[in-house]
């Protein structure tokens, strides 16, 4: 089993695998496996991620509230059900505009 964090052969929504934790970022990896990964997060509102790069393609969507994304210095205001790729190599950051879920899967480039 390679996604093991959920139970399998089970309906469900993405934004009730993460609770919002007051004041803070949380994460639930649900795979990690070579070059992909699968994240959940929650921000909470005001929340930030500062700052960064990644060496693999990023894709987010928003699966309850809205966030700020910066990608190279523009800005993208994302909601409930939208979607955005953040490219590998290119700085972005995240901020909570109302505290707010996603997923975040990462591709690699394999080697």
């Known amino acids: 089993m390679y996604i093991d964090k959920i139970e399998h052969k089970k309906v469900f929504e993405l934004k009730d695998e993460i609770n919002v934790e007051v004041g803070s970022v949380a994460s639930k990896t649900l795979v990690q496996y070579g070059d992909v990964g699968v994240t959940l997060f929650s921000l909470d509102k005001g929340e930030s991620i500062s700052?960064?790069?990644?060496?693999?393609?990023?894709?987010?969507?928003?699966?309850?509230?809205?966030?700020?994304?910066?990608?190279?210095?523009?800005?993208f205001k994302l909601s409930c059900g939208q979607s955005i790729i953040m490219p590998a190599n290119i700085p972005h950051a995240l901020k909570a505009i109302t505290s707010f879920k996603m997923i975040l899967i990462v591709i690699k480039k394999e080697i």
Do not use: N
Not at 51 to 75: F, K, Q
């Open 51 to 75: 700052e960064h790069t990644s060496p693999g393609d990023a894709l987010v969507t928003i699966t309850d509230g809205e966030a700020e994304i910066s990608i190279d210095g523009e800005i």
